[in-house]
């Protein structure tokens, strides 16, 4: 997997139905997760997102989606109570995308924020 993160990222124009699907989190600000649990997948038919922040599960709709442009609504969540606790800084950085990139295998793709930084990676 670590192959992926290398890879060139597509700078031609994206897809949005490209995202669809569930992905697994492989960096989350720069560091690399090691919580199997955590995903996050696309439904780009009905505008949402879903995932597993380790326990709970969330979700909101998908806001906006332009070009290479993509926010989401507020985050919802089950509220379980969670032995092993949730990866806070994972549903935290997913409430702050702004933009995504997809790498040409379309196996990687980068979420950043208002500033163009890179704060979620995820691959298939």
Known sequence: MIVFAAGN???AKQNINSL?????????????NSNKKLMMGFN???????GNAGC????????NANGKKISFGQIGATRMSCPEGDNYEFTKSVSEVASYKINKAG??????NKKGNTILKLVR
């Open 9 to 11: 990222i597509c700078q």
């Open 44 to 50: 780009i038919k009905e505008h949402r997102i879903f």
């Open 20 to 32: 669809y699907g569930e992905w697994r989190v492989y960096e989350i600000n720069g560091a690399p």
């Open 56 to 63: 709970n599960t969330f979700f909101a709709l998908i806001r």
């Open 107 to 112: 196996n990687l793709v980068e979420l950043k």
